[in-house]
């Protein structure tokens, strides 16, 4: 079976974690590199709570830290979801595990420029990596074959009416981006919003009782506990493994093609993924929009993922 090659750019962040392990097992994806990002939290609690995922699920990836700031704007991070650590809730063994030398924008560039163009890079935090690798070295633009983000909405946000918390916390790197001419798949939180993890499910995924399904508790417990806090859900939305669940299962997702545009200029709607979902500016698509979920194959999905572990 030809496994899918991804770079995981995240900001762990209780699902980033999620979505790496998810990637860190299943067959179909050969996870080259995860890659760390500010966004959740600052870049240092966001890179060791990517080695801690990793340590604890036993996972051999290299992990690189990247940008700690936005290209231009200030830092945000999302500590009323996330908490203090940006991985409030599991309890881990003293970390072994240790970062590669090589910075996360480095990485990206040195490992596109060798490939044959079979590389896809799957961002599930802020887009700053991403869009700083395309500036230093644009030749790797065309190595990329596909850029799968979690990210923005073409209905409301969730920082602002307009703008998703990944978008709006690097808004210039998601410009670059979507302005790159590579095939986009955009999971925003149209679909990732139907993906509710209730107790049912922390439960239900709690039953299988591996190191995988303890993680999947420890950190749901919180994230739900935040989403109810903040947002008033029961179940929280559980955003970025959906990335990596499409690529291991494309029919997960239905997407529909459309000219996305990020804004970058306005005051109320900075940082929107302006999706022309009708097609009325008759402009070229550039990206493949996620507007529905198979929510029950996702959940398998997640299942069958956190049983491959031991
Ligand atoms: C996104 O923002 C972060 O808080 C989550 O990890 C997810 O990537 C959802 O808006
Ligand atoms: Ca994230």
């Known amino acids: 079976m030809d496994k899918r090659k991804i770079i995981l750019d995240c900001d762990p962040g209780h699902d980033d974690a999620v979505a790496i392990t998810l990637a860190g097992i299943n067959e179909k994806i050969d996870l080259l590199g995860i890659t760390v990002v500010a966004g959740n939290q600052t870049l240092e609690k966001t890179s060791v709570n990517a080695l801690n995922v990793c340590q604890c699920l036993g996972l051999d990836v290299p992990v690189y830290a990247g940008c700690g700031q936005p290209m231009i704007r200030e830092k945000m991070v999302a500590a009323d ?111 990732t919003r139907k993906a509710l993890c209730y107790p049912s499910i922390v439960e239900r995924m709690g039953k299988i009782g591996n190191k995988a399904s303890k993680l999947f508790v420890d950190l749901m417990k919180h994230f739900c506990a935040s989403q109810k806090a903040v947002f008033g859900w029961e179940g929280g939305p559980l955003h970025d493994p959906i990335t990596i669940a499409y690529l291991i299962d494309p029919s997960i997702l239905t997407t529909k093609p459309m000219h996305a545009e990020i804004d970058i200029r306005s005051t109320q709607s900075y940082g929107r993924t302006n999706c022309d979902y009708f097609g009325y500016q008759k402009k070229e698509p550039n990206a493949n929009v996620g507007i529905d979920i198979d929510v029950e194959k996702f959940w398998d999905l997640v299942e069958d993922n956190l049983k491959k572990y031991s």
């Open 81 to 191: 979801i996330h908490g203090e650590t940006g991985l409030d809730g599991p309890v881990f063994e003293p970390l072994k595990k240790k970062l590669e030398d090589q910075h996360a924008v480095l990485y990206m560039i040195d490992t596109l420029m060798k490939s044959d163009g079979d590389i896809t890079v799957v961002t599930t935090g802020p887009m700053t990596n991403l869009g700083m690798a395309m500036r230093l070295e644009p030749a790797i633009i065309p190595k990329i074959q596909e850029i799968v983000l979690m990210g923005g909405a073409y209905t409301n946000g969730n920082v602002t009416p307009a703008a998703e918390f990944n978008i709006i916390a690097d808004a210039d790197a998601a410009y670059v981006a979507f302005t790159s001419g590579r095939p986009i798949t955009m999971v925003g939180l149209d679909v």
